[in-house]
């Protein structure tokens, strides 16, 4: 025999469940079922709200998530070294090398004057070359000036620049170029078969000369 009451109350629960289900219809995807109010069954669907700033899509292989600012949510992706940049701890460029003397007069023409320079912290990489077509430089010691940045100023720091190949000198021997403390400017050392250093002078210097270097120097 059927319990009437317990039949009743089957009906009435289902009939909620059914009432509740008609109210979750529609939506679209994505859509999430938010409250409305504190009362019952006050729901409707929402579109979630974006973040202002969320982490942005895109970026390609071995690229890095940086910061473009102090405000939440203000990324871009970037390189390794356009991140660093961005810090002060990257830089790269291009600076004009040139020769002079350390006194006397006259002047040098070039064919090229190249350089180029990266720092990574407190460190300049340099390279680059001078092939001249004129010098008329009358005394002095040889200088090569332009440099990107101003050297460390500490005692007694003086970084060495190699010099991969040079032509058209009048020595012979080892040369290689000594950037002083708290300059922008390299002097050419020489070195003999018998060990002996001494600056290069403007008489060493032809008309056709040049110079490929290549070395680092620390900043201030």
């Known amino acids: 025999m059927v319990d009437l009451n317990k039949a009743l109350a089957t009906s009435v629960k289902f009939a909620r469940l059914f009432t509740h289900a008609k109210l979750f219809n ?3 995807t994505g859509q999430v079922l938010t409250k409305d109010s504190n009362t019952d069954d006050d729901f409707s669907w929402q579109t ?26 203000d990324y871009t992706w970037k390189s390794v070294l356009e991140a660093m940049d961005d810090d002060g701890d990257y830089e790269i460029g291009a600076f004009t090398p040139a020769l002079t003397t350390s006194s006397g007069s006259g002047s040098a023409s070039y064919t090229t004057q190249a350089g180029r320079y990266v720092v990574i912290g407190d460190l300049c990489h340099i390279w680059g070359q001078i092939l001249l077509s004129n010098w008329t430089r009358t005394a002095g010691n040889l200088q090569l000036t332009g440099l990107p940045f101003t050297s460390y100023s500490g005692f ?4 060495q620049i190699r010099l991969g190949n040079t032509r058209g000198l009048t020595f012979t021997g080892s040369i290689s170029m000594t950037v002083q403390t708290a300059s922008t400017i390299a002097e050419f050392f020489s070195e003999n078969e018998s060990s ?8 060493d210097v032809t008309t056709t000369a040049r110079f490929w270097f290549t070395g680092a120097y620390l900043l201030p």
Do not use: I, M, R
């Not at 007694?156 to 970084?159: F, G, H, K, S, W």
């Open 26 to 28: 529609g939506g679209t």
């Open 48 to 73: 979630p709200a974006t973040p202002s700033g969320v982490a942005p899509t895109g970026g390609t292989l071995g690229e890095v998530l940086s910061k473009d600012s102090s405000g939440n949510y």
């Open 156 to 159: 007694p720091y003086e970084a």
């Open 196 to 203: 002996n250093s001494s600056q290069l002078d403007w008489s």
